[in-house]
């Protein structure tokens, strides 16, 4: 066996890592080991806030750093404590959603609070995926801007999510980012955040640079962790605008995509 080429590999859950239902393969599960065993840490790099992570890396026995919230959020899985985490500001967040509003109509909106038991809240019309997940329903407006949020979810009753964050981006300006993360998830993030800024705190935190990086992920909010990593490897199943800024092209996250370029790997 060579020796592995990267001493930190670092993973998307949702499309990536994950199979659609929210389990990981025994033969991505050996992979991973194997590599950590050649020497690379593996960190998740989620835009999943933290719990809504939590289970799925107690279920992988994972306890180091895990990047959460679309790099809001430096999570240590082992201490099940926060290490850093940035918040959104609301009034920005408001003004943004007023001038996106203005553009395309009234919008669905969720929100997802900061911490560690922050609860994702979701509006009128606000369509929540099937699964496990908990969320919390409102009414009253005033309830989104309440507590501190990493990100608020924008749905739209007729725009796909393309035509969405297109939009969106062009009404907010400089005010906030907007990102497209998954089916149906269209964020507004505070400006500038995004996994690279997240990976980037928890690789200094490990000694590594982003030279000594391989990246897997899925979709357009992984644009920037690909160009932090030395490579970025998209999933067979990834959005086109991942795949066309990609270093290689794997298989999908149901065929065990993660597991076929580390096998390679190691065998050199």
Known sequence: MSAFPYRLVATDLDGTLLRADESVSDRTREALVAATEAGAAHIVVTGRAVPWTRHILDDLGYEGIAVCGQGAQVYHAGEHRLLTSLTLDRQLAGLALSKIE????????????????????????????EGPLPYVPYEDPAE????????????????????????????????VDVVMAGPGIVEIL??????????????????????????????????????????????????????AVADEVTTSNEEDGIAVVLERLLAG
């Open 144 to 175: 989104l801007w309440a507590a501190p949020l990493t990100k608020v979810y924008l749905q739209h009753p007729v725009l796909s999510d393309d035509e969405l964050t297109s939009a969106a981006r062009a009404a907010v300006g400089g005010l």
């Open 190 to 243: 505070p400006l500038g955040l995004s996994k690279a800024t997240g990976l980037s705190l928890a690789a200094r935190r490990l000694g590594v640079k982003a030279g000594e990086t391989i990246a897997f992920g899925d979709m357009p909010n992984d644009i920037p962790m690909f160009g932090w990593a030395a490579r970025g490897v998209a999933m067979g199943n990834a959005h086109e605008e991942l795949r």
């Open 102 to 129: 203005a553009e395309v109509g009234p919008l669905a909106l969720a929100a997802s609070r900061d911490g560690l038991e922050g609860e994702v809240l979701t509006g009128p019309g606000y369509r929540s995926q």
